[in-house]
């Protein structure tokens, strides 16, 4: 019997100091030691801020000096559509160029327009709008835009292929279809033109 009682006695203790361990690391998780505050002019880092602080470095942060300039490029490229398509809606002759300068000035407006929103968030500085060249007929006209958009649509899909930005390589891509779009209407204008 004294040895029953040992064997439980010996039993009782290892359930306390198991006990104890459990419970002793309990209270270790809920006090654990406090990291330093950050100063009262510096905001506490939390994983909002962190994530907030990601979110700039892909606003403005990540872009490549070739997505900046492919940005620069487009931002010049598409001013000067709108502007080419409005002397074309009111000074051409043939009415297929003149409702094609009238769709240069919307679609290119459109994408103007989301381009300046995209600019504006990546933190990158567009250039203003410049005057267009005269051209001296219809066909001069279609001449520069099928000459045009074959330079855009290469420029497009480059960085829609090879650009470093998300943002910038998808608005590339989605603007890119329709360059392709205007390009085929151009060429098939141009050789309706003598």
């Known amino acids: 019997m004294k040895d029953r009682f040992l ?22 998780a809920q006090n654990k030691p406090h990291k330093p505050t950050a100063s009262p002019t510096q ?11 990601s979110q700039d470095n892909t606003k403005g942060g990540s872009l490549t000096t070739g997505d900046k300039s492919f940005m620069r490029e487009a931002a010049k490229g598409g001013t000067m559509e709108v502007a080419m398509g409005r002397q074309a809606e009111q000074n051409a002759s043939n009415p297929e160029v003149k409702k094609f300068g009238a769709r240069m000035v919307t679609d290119h407006s459109k994408a103007n327009s989301e381009l300046k929103s995209l600019a504006s968030k990546k ?8 005057e267009p060249g005269k051209w001296k007929s219809d066909k001069d006209y279609m001449d520069a835009m099928v000459k045009d958009h074959e330079t855009d649509l290469a420029d497009f899909e480059k960085e829609a292929k090879d650009g470093s930005d998300p943002d910038v390589k998808r608005f590339a891509d989605k603007t890119s279809a329709v360059i392709r779009r205007h390009l085929d209407l151009a060429k098939e204008i141009q050789g309706k033109l003598k």
């Open 123 to 130: 933190r990158v500085e567009l250039p203003g709008a410049k």
């Open 7 to 28: 064997i439980n006695w010996q039993a009782a203790v290892a359930l306390m100091a198991l006990a104890s361990l459990c419970l002793a690391g309990v209270a270790f």
């Open 43 to 53: 905001a506490p880092t939390t994983k909002a801020n962190t994530n907030k602080k």
